[in-house]
């Protein structure tokens, strides 16, 4: 949504290295939901936890890893390989490339998002990322 597409948001999602993904139990101690904490299921592995900021649900994930079949996918951790960063207002904000969202999706097999990600891109002749 941040960079322009129209998407359905439930809540926001925070991608980030181990070490800022623990940060968050310091700097939200208030609005704290579920600690990050090393989390492992048969979908996901991360550093993993859940807040509500001023009424918004954000999900923070820290050295996220899909499972693809028996292997995991490469650890997500926007890194600066794996970001834009936009200008919004004047505060400078860290979002995840279109491409990696069009990744995940495939790989967490959200074929409907990917879809309609690819679909809006292709209006704005950055169809061309996947």
Not at 10 to 39: C, G, H, M, P, W
Request: charged share 35%; no cysteine.
């Amino acid at each position: 949504v941040l960079q322009g597409l129209d998407m359905g948001v439930d809540d926001i999602d925070v991608v980030a290295d181990e070490k800022t993904a623990l940060l968050f139990n310091d700097l939200f101690k208030k609005e704290v939901q579920k600690r990050v904490e090393y989390s492992e299921s048969d979908k996901f592995k991360s550093y993993y936890g859940k807040f509500v900021i001023n009424g918004i649900s954000l999900e923070v994930m820290g050295q996220w890893q899909i499972r693809k079949g028996e292997d995991w996918s490469e650890v997500y951790d926007a890194s600066d390989d794996e970001i834009n960063i936009i200008d919004i207002n004047g505060l400078k904000v860290r979002v995840e490339k279109l491409e990696i969202e069009l990744k995940t999706s495939v790989e967490m097999g959200r074929w409907s998002e990917f879809h309609k990600i690819k679909k809006q891109l292709s209006k704005t002749q950055q169809g061309s990322l996947f």
